[in-house]
């Protein structure tokens, strides 16, 4: 993913870093076209360190997701 940090004075800092998402999903019929489904995601990004006036930010992205829907089946 690629982070881009602004400081008070505008400067951009735009760095690329390495990442894992691991994830389950169940999905079941409630009728004969219809299914329901759910899904948890977790992604971890590595840490970030970004410069700053008051000294260095470290930035750690660590993502929960979680996903419902519903399908219908022609």
């Not at 690629?2 to 079941?28: P, W």
């Not at 008051?54 to 996903?67: A, Q």
């Amino acid at each position: 993913a690629d982070v881009d940090a602004r400081t008070v004075g505008g400067a951009s800092i735009v760095e690329t870093t390495a990442g894992a998402t691991v994830g389950a999903g169940i999905e079941m019929r409630i009728s004969p076209h219809m299914t329901l489904k759910g899904e948890y995601l977790y992604v971890d990004f590595e840490s970030v360190d970004i410069p700053s006036a008051g000294g260095t930010v470290v930035r750690v992205e660590d993502l929960s997701i979680f996903r419902v829907g519903m399908n219908y089946r022609f």
